[in-house]
């Protein structure tokens, strides 16, 4: 017969908006960053002149248009994969705190509908390790507490039935 597939689905995106922000602003730092070094090495060259050869054709002009025009011509695929990469770095980086905010987020709101009995497991290179330590023992600790004012409260609700009982007693063998 057929076995089951056990294996889960792999969701690289568990909180698409957090991770996005994260993904888009690395990259635009990054982006920034190139473009600044560009604009501080064409404002350092910019009295100078640059020739290049394209084709056979020598090409001369001013030496910061020139840099940039010929560092795009010659680097794009570098760039493209350069950034590919970036942003897949990116993922796995936010992931390894969107999946540690989504497991916090999950135990807290079990936490508030009254169930106590889940805990927070993050997988070994996630962050917030410390708090889902300090969540879980706090967690465990207010069920220790719940059970034991639950055990209290029946014990106090039992003791009318057994003062009843105990005053019934009394009465038969008073008689």
């Not at 999946?99 to 997988?123: A, Q, W, Y």
């Amino acid at each position: 017969m057929g076995r089951k597939n056990n294996r889960r689905a792999r969701n690289f995106f568990i909180n698409r908006s957090f991770q996005g922000k994260i993904m888009l602003t690395v990259f635009l730092i990054v982006v920034i960053a190139c473009l600044f070094f560009s604009v501080i090495i064409g404002f350092f060259s910019a009295d100078t002149l640059t020739t290049s050869y394209n084709n056979g054709d020598l090409l001369s002009g001013k030496t910061p248009l020139m840099l940039l025009k010929n560092a795009f011509a010659a680097n794009w695929a570098f760039l493209v994969t350069f950034g590919t990469l970036l942003l897949i770095a990116a993922l796995i980086g936010t992931h390894r705190i969107a999946g540690p905010f989504f497991r916090f987020e999950k135990t807290l709101n079990n936490m508030v509908n009254k169930d106590l009995s889940c805990t927070i497991r993050l997988r070994e290179k996630d962050e917030g390790k410390d708090l889902a330590q300090q969540i879980n023992t706090f967690n465990s600790l207010l069920s220790r507490d719940m059970r034991e004012l639950g055990r209290r409260s029946r014990a106090i609700r039992a003791l009318p039935r057994q003062y009843e009982a105990l005053t019934a007693a009394n009465l038969t063998a008073d008689e």
